[in-house]
């Protein structure tokens, strides 16, 4: 898919629901609901020990994600494209940033990258 040549418009009628689901997943310490959406290469670099490794690490200090987060911008790539949120987490006062790269494998949208902090 060629991504540049989607509106942001389009592109977040692709990238929210597979944000839900990494919200959702987080919050829910639901690996299999996080990682619904992943890339290949994403299982290799966020495998289910990873996970629960970075929820114990991290989740005293934060609480859950809001699911409330504003868009910020999409950045066009080769090959893909990365979405830009800002969002907020439940106990950690401030802005954090949100994205999602996305990209095509075996003809279906995959998640390559995601991270919010």
Same mark, same amino acid.
């Given at each position: #898919? &060629?991504?540049?040549? =989607?509106?942001?418009? @389009?592109?977040?009628?692709? %990238?929210?629901?597979? #944000? &839900?689901?990494? *919200?959702?997943?987080?919050? =829910?310490?639901?690996? +299999?609901?996080?990682? =619904? &959406?992943?890339? *290949? +290469? #994403?299982? =290799? !670099?966020?495998?289910?020990?990873?996970?629960? $490794?970075?929820?114990?690490?991290?989740?005293?200090?934060?609480? &859950?994600?809001?699911? @409330?987060?504003?868009?910020?911008? !999409?950045?066009? $790539?080769?090959?893909?494209?990365?979405?830009?949120?800002?969002?907020?987490?439940? $106990?950690?006062?401030? +802005?954090?940033? %949100?994205?999602?790269?996305?990209?095509?494998?075996?003809? +279906?949208?995959?998640?390559?990258?995601?991270? *919010?902090?």
């Amino acid at each position: #898919m &060629d991504f540049s040549e =989607k509106s942001h418009s @389009e592109i977040l009628t692709i %990238a929210d629901p597979i #944000m &839900d689901n990494i *919200i959702h997943g987080s919050n =829910k310490n639901d690996y +299999e609901q996080l990682s =619904k &959406d992943f890339s *290949i +290469e #994403m299982f =290799k !670099c966020v495998p289910k020990e990873e996970f629960e $490794r970075q929820m114990a690490e991290g989740y005293e200090e934060t609480g &859950d994600i809001k699911k @409330e987060r504003g868009f910020l911008s !999409c950045i066009y $790539r080769d090959s893909g494209v990365t979405v830009l949120w800002k969002g907020y987490f439940e $106990r950690k006062k401030g +802005e954090v940033l %949100a994205q999602l790269t996305l990209d095509e494998e075996d003809g +279906e949208i995959k998640v390559f990258g995601a991270s *919010i902090g």
